[in-house]
């Protein structure tokens, strides 16, 4: 669990908020000065767990030598439980996801289904390939969530109820034009897809009920505006659009493949709660790119190689991002909350190659670059004094990474023992794009993994393994929460320390009509 680390700012005069109502900040927020791995006490313990499973059902019938009905069913569980102290000084709840002494219950408990039927075959000679089909997915609950909250000591309880239908039919096909240009061949495809999302939630500063008003109304209800008497609030609509392919790759030779490509894709909008009607509904996002590359095997002086390389320009619309916002309620308070806002656009444009040389026998190397050049070309008003050029946050412009690999020789019925190293460097990355943040920029950070491996052991269906991750126990900033103009201080996250371990696997086979592959670890 990562450290976090608090940097305050108490504001000044001028109707800014001020977390002066807690007497000891100042000599709490002091005691950071010992370390960002020194924990000082919580407000609320951290704690973190993932559960996910499911399973995927594929079922393929042979109609004819040029037909195939094809069907993917899957279910798919997922529950998440978090809690994390936002401040990280002392024990004060200045800002936390959890609740000191209340029972923690999952945050996400819901289940996903999906169903897709598609029609394969082959036509004009074999010249196309084809598919068509259907998609169906449903997201929903499968049993309570609660997400407790703290903010400037303030508790609250949320109980979310969220669903989502997505319904899609496409069809895709893929023609080989070796008629006219040897090797080369034109895809595409479209699909077109209906969603509909809804989301619920109920809210109460008090976790075993609502107390009300003598009029009925509720006193406790953390939605602060937008809920009924039940401390209820829900909204939920429709979204719809197109989306594309189109591509011509060529084999210019059997070691060389060279490819242009563009398509368009779209991302369904949601719901806000708990702001103003205007903030309520964020609409879909949409996203044009098109890229062109090649693929590459080759030998140098009996060096054996293989290099990718792409360049890619892309154009993003509406573009779904999320900030602070300020909220009045109807007694006139005025409060701070999430929300999604549509951005206008934004261009991402750049390239990224990566390679894999065997310079001698048993020894692999495997580099890797990429360049990007992100930013938004507008913003929605509303979010706090921009700069400039808002660039999209944790994105680096730059980013490299080698990584070396050394096969032992040794006799096979010993096994295969290899060693890797992986060196990898980040560029610096925006947190926040509002201007006068007062830690708006990651800075740059390397960062160094080693992993060794023994497959099959002696011969055995054994396979032993160690890593290290942050072999030099570097201490940087990764992430972070850039509140400043909400509440006064900026929380950021750190990495993890150094760490190692080792893992075991066994490996197992079945025969039942055909081969299967079974592995324990």
Known sequence: IPTFLSLLATKTAGGNPSLSFFPNISQVVAQQQLGVRTELGHSVQGIGKDYFYGFTDTATWDVTDSLTVKNIAAARVFK?????????????????????????????????????????????GDKLAWVVGGYLEYDGPIGDTLLGSTAVGNPAFYHFTNTARSQAVFAHGIYDLSDYVEGLR???????????????????NAVDGVTRNPDGTPNNCSPVIGFDNNCHVSAGG????????????????????IYVRSGNAYRPGGFNLNVSASSEKFQPEHVTDVEIGTKTDWDFYGVHARTNADLYHTDYKAIQVQELVSVVDPQGNTHVNSAYQNAATASLEGGEIEASFVPVE????????????????????????????????YLPKWQYAVTATYHLPLDESLGDISVSGTYSWYGHQYLSVNAGEIYPIMPSYENIDIQIDWKNFLSYPVDLGFFMTNAQDNVHVVGGFPIYAQLGFTSLVYNAPRMFGFSAKFHASVVSGEPRFIMFS
């Open 80 to 124: 998440q439980l978090s809690t994390t102290d936002d401040f990280g000084a002392g024990n004060l709840p200045v800002l936390n996801i959890g609740v000191p002494g209340n029972q923690v219950q999952w945050g996400d408990n819901s289940i996903q289904y999906t169903e897709e039927l598609q029609l394969q075959g082959k036509a004009l």
């Open 186 to 204: 034109f895809t595409a495809g479209y699909r077109y897809t209906w969603d509909h999302v809804t989301a619920e939630e109920r809210g109460t």
């Open 238 to 257: 429709n979204f719809s659009s197109y989306g594309w392919n189109v591509g011509l790759d060529e084999q210019l030779t059997p070691s060389t493949l």
């Open 362 to 393: 048993g020894l692999e190397i495997e580099p890797h670059a990429s360049y990007i050049n992100a930013h938004y070309n507008k913003y929605p008003l509303g979010f706090g004094t921009l700069n400039a050029d808002p660039a999209f946050q």
